[in-house]
């Protein structure tokens, strides 16, 4: 039964190939509610019961009273009994023999969504009490494949200042995501590419998946970012759990690497685009009153979330946020010389962009010692060790948090005397 209802959908979506990978992990699949027509499927895997997981079931069952959606949970590989207690929140529970690893569990829960629009939760996020709106605004208004949200934090630890991708801003823009846990996707899209890379176990998977979207359909507009589609999750529980992480992940990276010669370049070409809402192209029939609905939405959420989003922007600012970089640059001109930090593409976009604003830039600071003593676009580079209180820094680098804790020790505080450029 379970096995000739797999076959039923993977035939519903031309993914027959993929039968003799999937059967053999099914264990059984429970449709507990029936919801005939969703307007959009949430799909949620879990290998262990997570603290927050009934917390993220019970934020999603609240906005159910507004909207139609369905809630389906892969069980990846635990004992059937161990997601009793959350059973009443969801809509369709399919069980697994075996830990898939990420991916593989998405795919199959896909299989049982029956909306438009999928939607990929974290099992340990909690969504914002608006989430399914802002998604079901955000593809109403533009025409869109995926819509990667934002990760604010759920614990101000000091280990979700590793991360630089979680939160870009509060301005929607073409973006490939690099996020699994709060993206959503056109489900005819997503099924027509194949889905999440079956290969991958762990990292990766959003830029890979975005990549093959991309090699589709060429059109960088059509991936968006959303800086109203939040969750709320830490990342990372501990310096293990980060180091553990981090190992996983290059592991993955470097075999997509290999398997996409694009890989890399792919990734930096959306980096022209950040905070361009201009590029965005709107659905026929968005109205000024959808757009003042959007607006009311919009704050709602962000006075909602101010102290979490005014505490990551404490120490971070967008590339393209030219009325707070000329106010800070102008305050910090005053008594100190400015310099980036970070002498690579990133460090020369970020100078470029300060000539466009008509903001001095004093001096490049970079790790690399082959590059100190010379100049980049006209500006000497120093030695960090040449760095002191005249100097006001801006972290421009993918090692940023590396950065923050070399300038923390030699005296540096963020805010006061350094900020990261994202």
């Not at 949430?42 to 909207?67: C, F, G, M, Y």
């Not at 102290?307 to 102008?330: A, G, H, K, V």
């Not at 804790?405 to 540096?412: A, C, H, K, S």
Request: proline share 3%.
């Amino acid at each position: 039964m379970v096995k000739n209802d797999l076959l039923q959908k993977l035939k519903m979506r031309e993914w027959e190939y993929k039968d003799s990978l999937y059967t053999p992990l099914m264990h059984s699949v429970e449709y507990l509610n029936c919801i005939s027509d969703p307007l959009l499927s949430v799909v949620i895997i879990s290998w262990r019961l997570h603290p927050d997981t009934i917390n993220n079931l019970i934020a999603l069952e609240r906005q159910k009273k507004s909207h139609e959606f369905e809630v389906i949970f892969v069980n990846n590989g635990a004992d059937v009994s161990a997601f009793s207690s959350l059973l009443p929140y969801i809509d369709t529970y399919v069980s697994l023999n075996e830990n898939t690893g990420a991916y593989i569990a998405r795919n199959i829960g896909a299989l049982y969504c029956k909306a438009p629009i999928l939607l990929f939760l974290e099992d340990d996020g909690i969504p914002d009490n608006q989430l399914i709106e802002s998604y079901m605004m955000v593809y109403k208004k533009y025409i869109a494949y995926s819509v990667q949200g934002v990760y604010l934090h759920k614990t101000n630890t000091r280990l979700n200042y590793r991360q630089s991708h979680y939160y870009l801003g509060n301005t929607f823009f073409p973006k490939c995501s690099n996020l699994e846990g709060n993206t959503s996707y056109i489900a005819s899209i997503f099924f027509e590419v194949g889905g999440w890379d079956d290969e991958i176990n762990f990292g990766g998977g959003g830029r890979e998946l975005a990549l093959r979207i991309f090699n589709r359909y060429p059109e960088y507009h059509k991936q968006i970012y959303s800086p109203i589609s939040i969750i709320y999750h830490d990342f990372a529980s501990s310096i293990e759990h980060l180091q553990s992480k981090v190992l996983k992940q290059n592991k993955s990276f470097e075999r997509l690497a290999e398997k996409h010669e694009d890989w890399h370049s792919f990734a930096a070409s959306w980096k022209a685009f950040q905070g361009n809402e201009e590029m965005l192209e709107l659905k026929s029939g968005w109205t000024a009153n959808d757009e003042e609905q959007l607006r009311a939405l919009y704050n709602q959420i962000n006075s909602r979330n101010k102290s979490r989003i005014n505490e990551y922007e404490e120490t971070r600012i967008s590339l393209f946020d030219q009325p707070r970089l000329t106010d800070l640059i102008d305050i910090q001109h005053r008594s100190k010389k400015i310099c980036i930090f970070g002498a690579g593409t990133y460090g020369e976009m970020f100078h470029d962009s300060l000539q466009q604003f008509q903001l001095r830039v004093d001096c490049f600071s970079d790790n690399n010692t082959a590059v100190w003593n010379t100049e980049k676009r006209g500006v000497p580079i120093i030695s960090p060790d040449n760095l002191t209180a005249e100097h006001y820094v801006f972290i421009v680098s993918k090692w940023n948090y590396e950065i923050i804790l070399q300038l923390e020790e030699r005296g540096f505080l963020p805010s006061e005397n350094f900020i990261v450029v994202y």
